[in-house]
């Protein structure tokens, strides 16, 4: 469960039909601003419709980055978000939400190393080196995506065998859990390293 601030448990957020939210931990309207704040926090919220009382937590999260996306915090490059949406009704499309928020786990286990690194705190160090192979890890990903849209659009105009297109993803699927496994095992190693020298 995600840490709480100032406060235990899920907040509870009524969204009405006029499109207000309420919090029900502190009986006041909110903003979209204000539950992005919180997210920041790490207070752990859901947003239920008022009226059906269905959980829409996912789409006001999702209109919450569109909100930052357009005042200009792009954070999610036009290349990734059309690799996103190709995957869309595709045979990989349940392993794309376990593989992004394993990746998002990742990069925050490592944000500190992370930022250590892009300062060049510790040039040629065991830092950059992290960030350096998850940047790597991040660019196969991205490639594996775009030869599957290739592949896919080269089956859809007749151009190659179905059969040999999956042994290809499957390939390209197997090379990168073990990159990923490849990875881990280097970063257990730098942390083991790490605690001997505290």
Same mark, same amino acid.
């Given at each position: 469960?995600?840490?709480?601030?100032?406060?235990?448990?899920?907040?509870?957020?009524?969204?009405?039909?006029?499109?207000?939210?309420?919090?029900?931990?502190? $009986?006041?309207?909110?903003?979209?601003?204000?539950?992005?704040?919180?997210?920041?926090?790490?207070?752990?919220?859901? !947003?239920?419709?008022?009226?059906?009382?269905?959980?829409?937590?996912?789409? !006001?999260?999702?209109?919450?980055?569109?909100?930052?996306?357009?005042?200009?915090? =792009?954070?999610?490059? !036009?290349?990734?978000?059309?690799?996103?949406? $190709?995957?869309?009704?595709?045979?990989?499309?349940?392993?794309?939400?376990?593989?992004?928020?394993?990746?998002?786990? #990742?990069?925050?286990?490592?944000?500190?190393?992370?930022?250590?690194?892009?300062?060049?705190?510790?040039?040629?160090?065991?830092?950059?080196?992290?960030?350096?192979?998850?940047?790597?890890?991040?660019?196969?990903?991205?490639?594996?995506?775009?030869?599957?849209?290739?592949?896919? #659009?080269?089956?859809?105009?007749?151009?190659?065998?179905?059969?040999? =297109?999956?042994?290809?993803?499957?390939?390209?699927?197997?090379?990168?859990?073990?990159?990923?496994?490849?990875?881990?095992?280097?970063?257990?190693?730098?942390?083991?390293?790490?605690?001997?020298?505290?």
């Amino acid at each position: 469960m995600a840490k709480t601030s100032g406060g235990t448990g899920t907040v509870i957020i009524k969204k009405y039909a006029n499109r207000r939210l309420y919090n029900t931990e502190t $009986s006041s309207y909110i903003t979209l601003d204000h539950l992005a704040l919180m997210t920041r926090e790490g207070r752990d919220f859901k !947003v239920i419709d008022a009226k059906s009382e269905e959980d829409i937590t996912h789409n !006001v999260l999702t209109q919450i980055i569109m909100e930052e996306e357009n005042r200009g915090q =792009t954070m999610l490059p !036009v290349s990734f978000l059309r690799q996103l949406i $190709s995957l869309y009704g595709d045979s990989m499309q349940s392993m794309v939400p376990q593989y992004l928020e394993a990746s998002m786990d #990742a990069f925050r286990r490592n944000q500190t190393q992370f930022r250590a690194a892009m300062e060049g705190a510790f040039v040629g160090g065991p830092f950059a080196e992290i960030a350096k192979r998850n940047m790597e890890m991040f660019e196969a990903a991205a490639s594996a995506f775009k030869a599957k849209t290739a592949d896919a #659009a080269a089956a859809a105009a007749g151009g190659g065998d179905v059969a040999a =297109t999956g042994a290809g993803r499957d390939d390209e699927l197997t090379a990168l859990k073990a990159q990923l496994a490849g990875l881990q095992a280097k970063i257990d190693k730098i942390d083991k390293i790490d605690k001997l020298d505290e």
